[in-house]
């Protein structure tokens, strides 16, 4: 079946600094793959997405291209913020189900 | 655009007693989800609706844990009797796409967070 293998967190970084959280699955077929963020106390917030080979998702200074070679979808941004701090959740969006990654948190300091 | 909507947003009830919980999905969505959500893991679907029909419900614990979306718009999910470990956040979701597509966002609600004593 499907699945989802994301980094193990916490990450903690300085704001400013660059992020990388490694998102790799394996999956049949051509799946639509995610990044979701969520902040504390809260539900899942569609981040950004890709739906084809090569297409690179971005919203709000994040990014991650979809690459079919290596079956992965890392999330980026080059300078973080406080603000950033949330879990992030990576899925996969096959024919049938959604499968998500066990996410990784994020914690920003000053 | 509303977005999904859930109540309660909290509940603390004890072990043994019931609970139900009840999503709007955004309008003219067809795939509603219902995911269990325990502190420090991804979600997990406890069942998939297409309008009014399940389309996978195999890790619903069916003894105790039920759901229904009449009509193919709201849904309610319940649990009876409670256990300590279903405390989570329930999370619903809907999404405009059929099940047969991979593309189509899925959007969620901010989660029902339940703490069974």
């Known amino acids: 079946g499907n699945s989802v293998t994301q980094m193990e967190g916490p990450v903690t970084l300085s704001e400013e600094a660059f992020l990388t959280i490694n998102c790799t699955y394996t999956?049949?077929?051509?799946?639509?793959l995610f990044w979701y963020v969520q902040y504390p106390g809260e539900g899942l917030q569609l981040l950004l997405k890709?739906?084809?080979?090569?297409d690179k998702g971005s919203n709000k200074g994040f990014e991650a291209t979809y690459r079919k070679e290596t079956t992965s979808f890392h999330l980026e941004k080059g300078s973080v913020q406080v603000s950033d701090s949330a879990v992030y959740f990576c899925?996969?969006?096959?024919?049938?189900?959604?499968?998500f990654g066990t996410g990784t948190k994020l914690q920003v300091i000053p | 655009e509303a977005g999904v909507a859930q109540s309660p947003r909290y509940k603390i009830i004890e072990k043994r007693q019931s609970v139900a919980f009840w999503c709007n999905p955004i309008?003219?969505?067809?795939?509603l989800y219902w995911y269990q959500q325990i502190l420090g893991q991804g979600p997990k679907l406890l069942i998939q609706?297409?309008?009014?029909?399940?389309?996978?419900d195999s890790q619903l614990p069916k003894d105790r844990f039920s759901a229904e979306r009449l009509k193919g718009v709201d849904s309610t999910l319940k649990i009876q009797p409670a256990k300590l470990e279903d405390s989570a956040v329930y999370l619903c979701?809907?999404?405009?796409?059929?099940?047969?597509?991979?593309?189509?966002?899925?959007?969620f609600g901010e989660g029902s967070w339940l703490t069974v004593v």
């Open positions: 979701a809907s999404s405009s796409q059929l099940v047969n597509r991979t593309s189509g966002t899925i959007y």
């Open positions: 999956a049949t077929g051509y799946p639509s």
């Open positions: 890709a739906t084809k080979a090569d």
């Open positions: 899925a996969l969006k096959g024919y049938q189900k959604v499968t």
């Open positions: 309008s003219g969505h067809a795939t």
């Open positions: 609706f297409q309008n009014n029909g399940v389309v996978d």
